[in-house]
C-alpha cells in the first residue's frame, strides 16, 4: 500500500521504516528541514536498535524523505499523522501540530485518504481532525480517520512495532477496517517473521497479534489508560520502596514476591527514580485534565505523579545524607538517558537530578552511552564535564551516582570504581547492585527500597564522609532524617579486586525482560553482617 507517515521522530521514522520492511512503499514527512537532509543522507538521527539497518535497507527505495507533507499526501492512500503532542502550561495535551498536519492533508487531497491518528491524543481528537479537515476544504466522503495508537517503547521501538501485542484501530467504518489490517497483516498473522530477513523476533513476543477493533473514542482512550496504568505501577512500586527503606525491608524481595503472582505479573513493578520520557509524565497528565474537562475528578493520577516528583527529591535528600554539604562537590554521573538503550533525554529524571545538583553548585563528570550529545544541548552549565567512559567520569569524584539503567553500567568493576573514587561512596537510583557486594567492596552504598550500606572510615579519615557517631552500626535513615534507618557495617576491607559479575535482581530483571523474561530470583537481599539484624 501507498503510505505517507508525516514525523518522522521516534514513532514516525520507526513507523515509517518499519512499513516499508513489510512491503508497503513509504513516503516519510517532517517540517524539520536539517533532519530530512540528514536522513535522506542515509544519517539515523535517533538511538535505536535495528533502525539504522531497516532504514539503510529500503531507503531510496521503499522509502523516501521529503519536507513536503502535501507531495506525500498527493502520493499516499494512507496517511499516518507521528507529530510530537506535548504538553501544554495547563498539562493537557498540545494538539496545534496535529491541526497543522490535518490542514496540510486537507489542502492536498486528491482522492480518497485513510488518515491515521498514530500520535498519542486525548478522546475526541479523531472527530477534531475531521472537523478540521472539513473546514479546510476536505470534502466529505473523501476521507476517514482513524485512530490508531502506538504502543512501542523507546529502545525496543523497532521489534515492537513488527512484532507487537496488539494492534489497536478505532475506526467508523469496515472500509477503514480492512485497509488498516491490510497495512498490518504481515505483523499480526505472523507472515512477516517466516521471512529470511525479518529482524529477529523477540523471544517473549506474540506469535500472532491482536487486531483490536474499536470505536475511535475508545482507541484513545486505550493509549492514554495503558501509559497511565503503567505509570501507577511505577509510583506504586516506588511507594513501596518508601515504605521498605522506614521498616528495613528490601524492595527487590517485595517485588519479586509480588510480581509473582500471575493476577499482577512482575514488569513495570521496579523502584528507582521515578517515570520519565516523552510519554509517561505528559500522558497522565492529558488524561488527567481531559477526564476534569470531561467531568471526572481522576484523583488517582493526581497521586501517580505526586508520588514520581518525590522519587526525585527522596534520592536528592540521599545525595545529602551521603556527602553531608553539597557545594563544590564533585560527582561522577553514569546515565542521563530517561531510560537504558535509548538517548532520549526528555522528562529524564537523570537530567532532573543533575540539574538540581548543579543549582546546588555541585560540579558533574557525566557518562551515557548514547545521550551525551542531546545533555550538552539541555546541560549547556560550566560545571559538568562529559566523561569518555564511566572510569573517566569516577576520577577523583566525590561520589558516584547511577540514574539510568543501562545495561552496561550493571557490570562495572568495582574496585576499579573505589580506586578511582576520593570517597567510596555510590548511591544508585536504580538498584543495579546487591548491597552486600557493594559492602564487600568497601563501598557505601545507598540505592532505592533498600537498607543503606554505609562503610565504616579506615586509615584515612579525612577521606571518608563525617559519620554522626563513633559507633560500629552507622544508623542512617535512607531519607536523611538522622533515625529509622537501618545500615549494615562493614569491615572497609577493599573486595578481592575482581569484576563483580553478581548482579542485582533489577539488574537480572533488566537482561531477563530484554531476553523475553522478567523474572527475578536472585538472592539478593541485604544481609547484616556481624549477625546484627537490621530491625534490632
Ligand atoms: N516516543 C515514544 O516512545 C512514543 C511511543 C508511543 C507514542 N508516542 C506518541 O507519538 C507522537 C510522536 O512522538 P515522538 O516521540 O515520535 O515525537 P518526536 O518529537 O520525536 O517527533 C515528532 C516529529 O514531528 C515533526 N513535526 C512536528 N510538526 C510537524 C508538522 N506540522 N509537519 C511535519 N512534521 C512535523 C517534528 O519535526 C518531529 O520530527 C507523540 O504523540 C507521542 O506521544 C511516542
Not at 485513510?114 to 478522546?123: C, D, F, G, I, M
Not at 496488539?166 to 517473521?193: K, N
Not at 476534569?292 to 501517580?304: K, M, N, P, T
Not at 550538552?376 to 560550566?382: R, S, T
Request: aromatic share 6%; hydrophobic share 40%; with cysteine.
Amino acid at each position: 500500500m501507498k503510505i505517507a507517515v508525516v514525523g518522522s521522530g521516534y514513532v514516525g521514522l520507526v513507523a515509517a521504516a518499519s512499513f516499508a520492511e513489510i512491503g508497503h512503499q513509504v513516503i516519510c514527512a517532517d517540517n524539520d528541514l536539517q533532519k530530512v537532509a540528514a536522513l535522506q543522507a542515509g544519517i539515523v538521527p535517533i538511538h535505536e536498535k535495528f533502525l539504522p539497518e531497516i532504514i539503510s535497507r529500503h531507503c531510496g527505495e521503499r522509502l523516501t524523505f521529503t519536507t513536503s507533507t502535501q507531495e506525500a499526501v498527493r502520493a499516499s492512500e494512507v496517511v499516518f499523522i507521528a507529530v510530537g503532542t506535548p504538553t501544554t502550561e495547563a498539562g493537557a495535551a498540545d494538539l496545534s501540530h496535529v491541526e497543522c498536519v490535518a490542514r496540510d492533508i486537507a489542502r492536498a487531497i486528491n482522492g480518497f485518504k485513510l488518515v491515521v491518528e498514530k500520535s498519542t491524543v486525548p478522546v475526541y481528537t479523531n472527530e477534531w481532525v475531521h472537523r478540521a479537515m472539513l473546514l479546510n476544504g476536505a470534502p466529505e466522503g473523501q476521507f476517514e480517520v482513524v485512530s490508531n495508537p502506538e504502543f512501542l517503547r523507546e529502545g525496543t521501538a523497532v521489534t515492537d512495532f513488527l512484532y507487537p501485542d496488539r494492534v489497536v484501530v478505532g475506526c467508523s467504518s469496515e472500509r477503514a477496517a480492512q485497509m488498516m489490517c491490510e497495512i498490518y497483516s504481515p505483523v499480526i498473522d505472523g507472515t512477516y517473521a517466516n521471512e529470511p530477513t525479518a529482524i529477529p523476533r523477540p523471544e517473549e513476543s506474540l506469535l500472532v497479534s491482536q487486531f483490536i477493533q474499536t470505536s475511535a473514542r475508545s482507541a484513545e482512550l486505550i493509549k492514554h489508560a495503558s501509559n497511565a496504568f503503567l505509570a501507577m505501577r511505577v509510583s506504586f512500586i516506588n511507594a513501596v520502596a518508601n515504605v521498605c527503606e522506614l521498616v528495613g525491608a528490601d524492595i527487590e524481595e517485595v517485588a519479586r514476591g509480588v510480581g509473582a503472582d500471575k493476577r499482577i505479573g512482575s514488569r513495570f513493578l521496579r523502584a528507582g527514580l521515578g517515570y520519565g520520557g516523552s510519554c509517561f509524565p505528559k500522558d497522565v497528565s492529558a488524561f488527567k485534565t481531559v477526564a476534569q474537562e470531561c467531568g471526572y475528578e481522576f484523583r488517582l493520577l493526581d497521586e501517580v505523579i505526586r508520588i514520581n516528583e518525590d522519587q526525585r527529591q527522596a534520592f536528592l535528600r540521599k545525595v545529602r545524607t551521603a556527602l553531608w554539604t553539597l557545594k563544590g562537590k564533585r560527582l561522577a554521573v553514569l546515565g542521563l538517558a530517561f531510560k537504558g538503550d535509548t538517548d532520549d533525554i526528555r522528562e529524564s529524571p537523570a537530567v532532573a537530578i543533575v540539574k538540581a545538583l548543579l543549582a546546588q553548585e555541585c560540579s558533574i563528570a557525566a557518562y551515557d552511552p548514547a545521550a551525551m550529545e542531546r545533555a550538552k544541548v539541555e546541560l549547556a552549565c560550566e560545571n559538568i564535564s562529559y566523561a569518555d567512559g564511566p572510569y573517566e567520569a569516577m576520577h577523583q569524584a566525590d561520589a558516584l551516582l547511577i540514574l539510568t539503567d543501562w545495561e552496561e553500567f550493571t557490570s562495572l568493576d568495582l574496585a576499579r570504581a573505589k580506586s578511582l573514587l576520593r570517597y567510596p561512596i555510590v548511591l544508585d537510583g536504580r538498584n543495579l547492585y546487591d548491597p552486600e557486594l557493594m559492602a564487600g567492596h568497601g563501598l557505601s552504598y545507598y540505592s532505592v527500597g533498600r537498607t543503606a550500606v554505609v562503610s565504616k572510615p579506615v586509615a584515612d579519615p579525612e577521606s571518608q564522609v563525617p559519620v554522626q557517631n563513633g559507633n560500629d552500626i552507622q544508623a542512617i535513615s535512607p531519607n536523611g532524617n538522622g533515625h529509622n534507618g537501618h545500615a549494615v557495617h562493614t569491615n572497609g576491607h577493599n573486595g578481592n579486586g575482581h569484576h563483580n559479575g553478581s548482579l542485582s535482581a533489577a539488574a537480572k530483571a533488566m537482561k531477563a525482560s530484554a531476553n523475553g523474561g522478567a523474572s527475578t530470583n536472585g538472592s539478593n537481599h541485604a544481609i547484616p553482617k556481624n549477625g546484627n539484624h537490621p530491625r534490632k
